[in-house]
């Protein structure tokens, strides 16, 4: 089933800085697990992103970023030219010209009317772009709490900014309605490469298992319109079979108490971190 794109979102709830949710969108958000929303960015705003996002996913940085410039569908050490769904994470800590832009200022006044309960602020970010007639950078099927240490509260929501249009031929995300109820997380395994047996030294990616009547749907999005999750929704999305780039821009929010937990664990998102999985995971 295709999502229809919400029709009353739109340019009109921007004011100033701010862009104003629903009553409806945020109990969706908590009831479903995600919402769509349209024309958050103006094309104008966009433009002063872009440069910084090809800056990035071209290598530029690469040199001081170690894992944190990857393909999220194939092992580290994959060669650059080779890399189909390209990954950098953190860019605002290696160019802190690029911290408080104006997505930064939109997103947290968003998650600030989501996350009722508390304070929440940026967690991490990321830029992830999936070159043009790569039918294998997929993002594989997971919930984003089977990437991340156990905390006490796991309260997340994530925002993905379509820098380009995206749609089901180059690879927008879908998920699994419903998921973000269950009650527990579902066992989340490291992809394996070449028949052998998965890794997280080998490769960041975690996949889940997922049934083959469960209903799927697809979330496609305008450039400066943007899809928000929570940290359970089993989620993913397909290669890219366009003859086009698909760029999003991810930010995540959650409880500063949270970031201060994960932190004194030493986790900061950094695919460079040296944790110790075996005893901090789910
Ligand atoms: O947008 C995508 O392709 C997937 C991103 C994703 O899975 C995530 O942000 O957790």
Same mark, same amino acid.
């Given at each position: 089933?295709?999502?229809?794109?919400?029709?009353?979102?739109?340019?009109?709830?921007?004011?100033?800085?701010?862009?104003?949710?629903?009553?409806?969108?945020?109990?969706?958000?908590?009831?479903?697990?995600?919402?769509?929303?349209?024309?958050?960015?103006?094309?104008?705003?966009?433009?002063?992103?872009?440069?910084?996002?090809?800056?990035?996913?071209?290598?530029?940085?690469?040199?001081?970023?170690?894992?944190?410039?990857?393909?999220?569908?194939?092992?580290?050490?994959?060669?650059?030219?080779?890399?189909?769904?390209?990954?950098?994470?953190?860019?605002?800590?290696?160019?802190?010209?690029?911290?408080?832009?104006?997505?930064?200022?939109?997103?947290?006044?968003?998650?600030?009317?989501?996350?009722?309960?508390?304070?929440?602020?940026?967690?991490?970010?990321?830029?992830?772009?999936?070159?043009?007639?790569?039918?294998?950078?997929?993002?594989?099927?997971?919930?984003?709490?089977?990437?991340?240490?156990?905390?006490?509260?796991?309260?997340?929501?994530?925002?993905?900014?379509?820098?380009?249009?995206?749609?089901?031929?180059?690879?927008?995300?879908?998920?699994?309605?419903?998921?973000?109820?269950?009650?527990?997380?579902?066992?989340?395994?490291?992809?394996?490469?070449?028949? *052998?047996?998965? &890794?997280?030294?080998?490769?960041? $990616?975690?996949? @889940?298992?997922?049934?083959?009547? =469960?209903? #799927?749907?697809?979330?496609?999005?305008?450039?400066?319109?943007?899809?928000?999750?929570?940290?359970?929704?089993?989620?993913?999305?397909? *290669?890219?079979? &366009?003859?086009?780039?698909?760029? $999003?821009?991810? @930010?995540?929010?959650?409880?500063? =108490?949270? #970031?201060?937990?994960?932190?004194?664990?030493?986790?900061?998102?950094?695919?460079?971190?040296?944790?110790?999985?075996?005893?901090?995971?789910?």
């Amino acid at each position: 089933m295709l999502r229809v794109e919400n029709t009353t979102s739109g340019h009109h709830r921007r004011d100033g800085e701010n862009y104003l949710l629903t009553p409806e969108e945020i109990a969706q958000y908590h009831e479903q697990g995600y919402i769509v929303i349209n024309d958050v960015l103006t094309e104008e705003e966009l433009q002063v992103i872009d440069p910084w996002f090809d800056h990035f996913v071209s290598g530029a940085e690469a040199d001081q970023m170690g894992r944190d410039f990857c393909d999220m569908s194939q092992p580290y050490g994959t060669p650059m030219e080779e890399f189909q769904l390209v990954n950098a994470m953190l860019p605002s800590h290696y160019r802190p010209e690029i911290a408080d832009n104006i997505y930064h200022r939109i997103s947290q006044n968003i998650a600030n009317q989501l996350y009722q309960a508390g304070d929440c602020a940026m967690d991490y970010e990321q830029f992830l772009a999936k070159k043009p007639n790569k039918e294998a950078a997929e993002f594989a099927m997971h919930q984003d709490l089977g990437y991340w240490p156990k905390t006490k509260n796991t309260w997340t929501a994530t925002f993905s900014l379509a820098l380009t249009n995206s749609d089901l031929i180059n690879g927008c995300l879908h998920l699994i309605p419903g998921t973000n109820k269950e009650d527990q997380l579902r066992k989340h395994v490291p992809k394996s490469y070449n028949n *052998g047996d998965g &890794s997280r030294d080998d490769s960041h $990616t975690l996949v @889940i298992e997922t049934h083959p009547d =469960e209903q #799927i749907i697809y979330l496609p999005v305008r450039r400066g319109s943007m899809t928000i999750h929570d940290e359970r929704i089993v989620h993913g999305s397909g *290669g890219n079979q &366009s003859d086009t780039w698909r760029k $999003t821009y991810i @930010i995540a929010y959650r409880d500063v =108490e949270t #970031i201060a937990e994960e932190r004194a664990l030493g986790f900061t998102h950094s695919h460079n971190d040296e944790v110790n999985w075996s005893e901090i995971i789910h």
